[in-house]
């Protein structure tokens, strides 16, 4: 009460002290004593020192007068006038805080259905930001549990041969050994050399296996993987000694002693040792592995071919090491000293010739650290990420956060102004400002409160779901750290109190005489905010409407492009040399079969092409690079590539032995006007050989939609690895069931492997499909949030103008006039939001679009229709209200009074 | 003994307090002393004063009307509580018991 009244005593006072300004003492003095003078005694005092300052004017004159009241002022700094940090009289605060608790309580009791839609809206806001936060946490997890980790940087090749560009994540056997050696700050150094589909044996157990690592025996020491049997220092020295990771050792050894077992590598012969047992890796690792082989188990890792680039090196270096300094060693003294000659023997050419020519040869790095995020280099270990995703997610997050709370803040400060009174009343009885902001504080964050509490149950109800949705392996336990419950806590307490935050300040600012005459009950305060904020909440909403529909049209477009071959119904059955002699006598016998189209052995498989080779034209110096395979006579029917020129190979023709057929990249590239007869030098033999190219298909999109075609050959023979079968039977179990039998009957023990032509392309996409569907859901979270609050809001100015409606009708305006009236704002604002978003999706749909080689047209019906579709939903939303409205009787409106 | 003792100069914004009845407040109070003793006392080591006695209950205090001249602020009034009339009259009394202690003889040629 009394802080009141001297608040508005205060103001009169500055009103005067700007007309006559010297028969006011000096201000910053006065401030200085409201600033250490007890609240209590300060009224008595200045007004004290106010009146003699008027005596002190006339007896010395205004200026001395108001240095003397300054000196009076400092007098003042005693003991008994200062602050105290309670108040002399004693308030029952306790109780207060009760009657706070009580009434938030009553209030949210009260009204149900607003409290419902505020919970509802923030509980479903918090529970999305926490999956979004547990992924980005994930994401951001890799390999950060290594010891070393900062310390830690993988070697890749950077290169430019023949006008081909490579970059990847392999480097030479001897590489290793020779940083140790010779570069200065190198620690140690680690090869891990991946095999994959490696049939394992053990007694009469048969596996087929992936992430089989050839590897250093400083294994243990350079990663912080765990060995649970096994001496790390030892386990992988020895030639022929292995390391199985638990779950593995538990599929073939059971309970069992696993120590001294002895595994048959079949494709080499070869008996391994098992030396240890290592504890399962992590999921958040890029070295996720299943076997460790040790190196000298293989010559490979004694070669001294520093043009082999095979598998990636990685190293660690000391505390003070400066790694570029590290890189250019590697780069001005390794690569000449050791590689320069090779190179020479090889292509004939110095480094330095090659180097004047076009070409590149450098060694790069990245930090461990950094691998799962930042890298994208071919030929890498393990998936990686991308931090433009983590970025996306972060931005989704914070828009469904920011909708969320925007909502807990329109419809609180809609309810608020309710409540003028109440705040009225409670300053009657002499409730400070600062008592009734930290009530309505209070009351949202109780709000809050229960929100987080009810997201986080449903975050660990749900997080099933979510994995598989985001296809990641998260549990709760992440969030279980003490930053994150101190964030989620201060998110909890910033978002109850920007909600509050207007009621609390504004209400409360109100003169009492006022609220209590209601002249302020009625206004329904903050009407330009709660436009902003709707507008703000349709503008994320559009614009992740348009970012999800252009998002699926570029996945749609990528998936249903002509690829220039036929993916579906092709069965891919890999590692055909198990079947020994019965290779002819199998495809003949599947050739045989009515429900199979046919049969081919070729020893690469479409999307992997890696086997790239140098080319000239007859007569000419210049190096083509065009990736090649070996296929047979029936590879063009199965995979159904279509023929532009030319013909396929045929029996008819023994000269096809040197045959080709080329892509259209080739033709294009060659600039051959008729390609047919056309010829080409090969040099990856031991003699230059001449080829004739005798078809050409049309280009087919043999790698991912992100990268242009390629130039690709296909050369005459039937020795490859890998046959595919183009089959006829709409059910692919079937089909599964006919070749396996087959299988069977030729090689009964060794293990059928297969898979699908078109599911390998579509897991190609599985990261924009992910991202596609993370989105969507989060756009349709966010709309229906967003949605929720328009839908409360709608109720309340309906309740509001129920009279103004009621009279409405009683003079004759019909159901739609009233609607109309009733919904006409939110349609602006939801205009207006509209033109807001397009330009920001257009600029991020843009940039995501650059990543695709073939991509979509961003079309303006794209535009229209997200904003169409918000319009509709809110029309639908608000509609409700303002329906029910109009279709009310007013008498009943009108005659409650 | 006395539980409070009373020192000279509260003794006298006391005094005048009593004296001032309703009037009595800070810049009354500095007048009436400068007026009655001569004394020239800053206005804080009155408010010093007054809080002290108030403390020690021999003066209440409440706030007055709202003003005109001192910019609207209230004055904060002393009026001398019961107990702080006892006390001056014990005061009073112990003063006078001392002096009429005082051998004549002293007396006299002290006012020579």
């Known amino acids: 009460m009394a802080a009141y009244s001297f608040c508005c005593i205060k103001m009169e006072d500055n009103l005067n002290h700007k007309k006559e300004d010297y028969n006011r003492p000096p201000r910053w003095a006065d401030h200085f004593l409201e600033w250490f003078c007890s609240s209590e005694l300060l009224e008595g005092i200045q007004g004290d020192l106010h009146e003699l300052y008027g005596k002190w004017i006339k007896r010395m004159g205004p200026v001395k007068a108001r240095w003397y009241y300054l000196f009076n002022v400092i007098l003042f700094l005693r003991p ?52 979004i936060l547990l992924y980005i946490i994930d994401e951001l997890s890799y390999d950060k549990f290594h010891t070393n980790i900062d310390r830690m940087y993988r070697v890749g090749l950077n290169g430019k041969l023949a006008g081909q560009e490579i970059h990847v994540a392999l480097t030479p056997p001897p590489l290793a050994q020779a940083m140790v050696r010779e570069v200065p ?73 696993k120590l001294g077992k002895i595994l048959i590598f079949s494709n080499e012969n070869k008996a391994m040792k098992v030396t240890g047992v290592a504890e399962d890796p992590t999921h958040n690792t890029h070295f996720d592995f299943n076997y460790l082989v040790s190196f000298s188990s293989n010559d490979f890792g004694e070669s001294d071919q520093w043009l082999s680039n095979t598998f990636p090196t990685l190293f660690l270096i000391n505390e003070n090491a ?86 807990f803040m329109n419809l609180s400060t809609a309810k608020s102004s309710g409540r003028a009174r109440e705040v009225g009343m409670r300053k009657t009885f002499g409730s400070s400002k600062k008592q009734l902001i930290g009530q309505f504080l209070i009351e949202s964050i109780n709000y809050s409160l229960i929100a987080v509490l009810i997201a986080i149950l449903l975050v660990i109800i749900l997080l099933p779901n979510f994995n598989l949705l985001s296809g990641k392996d998260l549990e709760f336990s992440y969030l279980l750290k003490p930053g994150l419950i101190a964030a989620v806590i201060s998110l ?136 090649v395979y070996f296929a047979d006579h029936e590879h063009v029917e199965v995979l159904g590539y279509e023929l532009v ?24 590239e060659m600039g051959w006007e008729e390609p047919i007869g056309e010829k080409l030098i090969s040099y990856d033999g031991p003699q230059p050989l001449e080829l004739e190219v005798v078809g050409v298909l049309k280009d087919f999109n043999f790698e991912s939609l992100h990268a242009n075609v390629r130039p690709i050959l296909i050369l005459l023979g039937n020795f490859g690895n890998v046959m595919s079968v183009r089959f006829k039977m709409d059910d692919p179990k079937e089909a599964i069931s006919l070749i396996e039998g087959k299988w069977k009957d030729f090689v009964p023990e060794e293990p059928f492997e297969f898979s699908f032509l078109d599911e390998t392309f579509d897991e ?50 019909s159901g739609f006039i009233i609607a109309r009236l009733m919904s006409t704002e939110f349609m602006k604002y939801i205009l207006i939001a509209f033109i807001l978003s397009i330009y920001p999706a257009y600029y991020f749909i843009n940039n995501w679009l650059e990543n695709f080689a073939y991509r979509i047209d961003i079309s303006i019906w794209v535009f229209l229709i997200s904003g169409v579709t918000a319009l509709v939903i809110a029309l639908l939303t608000v509609s409700y209200h303002a329906l029910k409205s109009a279709r009310i009787n007013p008498a009943t409106t009108l005659r409650y009074e | 003994m006395r539980r409070n003792y009373l020192g000279e100069f509260e003794e006298i914004v006391l005094l005048i307090c009593a004296q001032l009845g309703n009037e009595a407040y800070g810049v009354s109070i500095t007048e009436a002393i400068h007026g009655q003793t001569g004394r020239n006392v800053t206005i804080s080591a009155i408010h010093a004063t007054l809080s002290r006695l108030e403390k020690k209950g021999l003066l209440n205090s409440h706030m007055g009307g709202v003003t005109k001249e001192r910019g609207g602020r209230r004055k904060r009034f002393f009026t001398i509580t019961l107990y702080g009339i006892q006390i001056l009259n014990e005061v009073l009394e112990l003063r006078q018991q001392l002096w009429q202690r005082i051998p004549s003889v002293v007396l006299k040629w002290k006012t020579i």
């Open chain 1, 492 to 627: 909890m307490l910033f978002v109850g109190f920007l909600a509050g935050s207007y009621p609390a300040f504004y209400l409360t600012s109100y003169r009492i005489t006022e609220v209590l005459k209601g002249k302020v009950t009625k206004g329904m305060g903050g009407g330009r905010i709660r436009g902003v904020l709707i507008v703000l909440q349709f503008a994320i909403s559009i614009l992740l409407i348009i970012c999800t529909i252009l998002v699926y049209n570029q996945l749609q477009y990528t998936q249903n492009k002509n690829l220039g071959f036929i993916k579906e119904k092709v069965i891919v059955i890999s590692n055909v040399d198990r079947l020994n002699s019965n290779r002819k006598a199998f495809k003949d016998a599947l050739m045989g079969e009515s429900n199979i189209v046919a049969a081919s052995y070729s020893n690469s498989m479409i999307p992997e092409v890696y086997n790239t080779t140098v080319f000239r034209k007859p007569g000419l110096e210049e190096d083509h690079i065009v990736g």
């Open chain 1, 764 to 813: 190609m996409y599985r990261s924009e499909q992910r991202l596609g569907t993370l989105f969507s859901t989060f756009t349709i979270l966010a709309i229906l949030i967003a949605c929720l609050g328009l839908f409360g809001l709608a109720a309340f100015t309906t309740d509001q103008r129920t009279k103004e409606i009621g009279i409405r009708k009683a003079m004759g305006a």
């Open chain 1, 185 to 257: 700050g190198v620690e140690s150094a680690l090869r891990m050399w991946q095999w994959n589909d490696v049939v394992i044996r053990y007694e009469d157990q048969v596996y087929t296996e992936d992430l089989i690592f050839h590897t250093d025996s400083n294994f243990f020491d350079f990663f912080s993987f765990k060995l649970i049997e096994g001496d790390p220092q030892t386990a992988l020295k020895e030639p022929n000694s292995m390391v199985l990771k638990e779950s593995m050792a538990k599929k073939i050894f059971g309970d069992g002693e």
């Open chain 1, 322 to 407: 400066d790694i570029n300094e590290i890189v250019s060693k590697l780069n001005n003294e390794l690569i000449p000293k050791y590689v320069g000659p090779q190179l020479q023997q090889l292509l004939g050419i110095s480094l330095d010739q090659f180097l004047e020519q076009d070409g590149a040869y450098g060694y790069f790095i990245d930090a461990v650290k950094d691998l799962h995020l930042y890298s994208h280099v071919d030929f890498d270990l393990g998936t990686s990420g991308d931090i433009d995703y983590i970025y996306i997610f972060a931005a989704i997050g914070l828009f469904i956060l920011i909708i969320a709370s925007t909502n």
């Open chain 1, 645 to 668: 020129k030319g013909r396929n190979f045929s029996r008819d023709f023994p000269s096809d032995s040197t045959a080709m057929l080329v892509n259209q990249v080739v033709v294009d």
């Open chain 1, 80 to 131: 008994f006038a200062f602050r105290r940090k309670k108040p002399h009289y004693h308030v029952n605060y306790i109780a207060m805080y009760k009657n706070f608790f009580i009434v938030a309580l009553r209030n949210m009791v009260r009204q149900k259905f607003y409290s419902f839609i505020t919970l509802l809206g923030l509980t479903i806001g918090v529970a999305a930001t926490l999956f």
